[in-house]
């Protein structure tokens, strides 16, 4: 299965701010998506990124606040912008080829201050 | 839509003893069902998946699971929990149509008394 570098690993930005977080795989997959994890809550999908267009977004999640982009089959970043505390979560990247299981990076730790 | 139901939200088990964690699925169609553990500050791993081949699904660390569509049920179990079983668990379900994303239950946290 793939492997999956996520960066940053952890970060404590200002209000007002944005935050890019990359998620490199080691070979091309086919799906690609960002989910968030709330203290002590599951995952929740942001956004599928698709490969040279225009992600798909969730119910409640809107671009301009987590604009997406994917260039290739093994690179995608999510960026959080103009953040406020309740951003402050777990964004976790995951990639794969549907039906056989999805791998995770190992996320972001997000604190909004 | 597909959705996976944990029923549960801690389960304490002793040392030794036997591990059930329960996930209950929605679907229309024979579903991609998966478990996966968290350890604490750590990313999601896949601990197995069930692709509508065999029934009895084995995975890492002496985990498996029993897909029962009369039942709609996917539990997870282990013979024998160790310490180092303590950890979040997620069941999920292929959430259908075209981007096969992954949907998620709530979660069960595991507990490991010595």
């Known amino acids: 299965s793939a492997v999956i570098s996520q960066k940053p690993s952890r970060d404590i930005c200002q209000r007002g701010t944005s935050l890019t977080i990359q998620c490199q795989v080691d070979?091309?997959?086919?799906?690609m998506f960002w989910y968030r994890q709330q203290p002590g809550q599951s995952l929740t999908l942001i956004a599928t990124?698709?490969?040279?267009?225009?992600?798909?977004?969730e119910s409640g999640f809107v671009i301009d606040k987590f604009p997406i982009s994917r260039p290739n089959l093994t690179f995608s970043t999510l960026t959080v912008s103009n953040m406020s505390p309740e951003d402050s979560s777990i964004y976790l990247c995951?990639?794969?080829?549907?039906?056989?299981?999805?791998?995770f990076g190992s996320g972001t730790r997000l604190t909004v201050v | 839509a597909q959705s996976v139901t944990q029923l549960g939200s801690h389960v304490s088990v002793s040392e030794g003893a036997l591990v059930l964690l329960r996930c209950n699925y929605s679907?229309?169609?024979?579903?991609?069902l998966f478990w996966y553990v968290q350890y604490p500050n750590q990313g999601l791993q896949l601990l197995l998946k069930?692709?509508?081949?065999?029934?009895l699904v084995k995975g890492i660390n002496g985990f498996e699971a029993e897909f029962k569509k009369s039942e709609t049920s996917f539990h997870l179990t282990k013979p024998s929990a160790h310490m180092s079983d303590a950890a979040e668990y997620f069941c999920?379900?292929?959430?259908?149509?075209?981007?096969?994303?992954?949907?998620f239950g709530t979660g069960t946290l595991l507990a490991v008394q010595p």
């Open positions: 999920a379900v292929i959430g259908g149509g075209a981007t096969n994303k992954l949907i």
């Open positions: 070979s091309q997959v086919t799906m």
């Open positions: 990124a698709n490969q040279g267009s225009e992600a798909t977004y």
């Open positions: 679907s229309s169609v024979p579903p991609y």
């Open positions: 995951s990639a794969g080829t549907g039906n056989y299981g999805y791998t």
């Open positions: 069930y692709t509508s081949a065999a029934t």
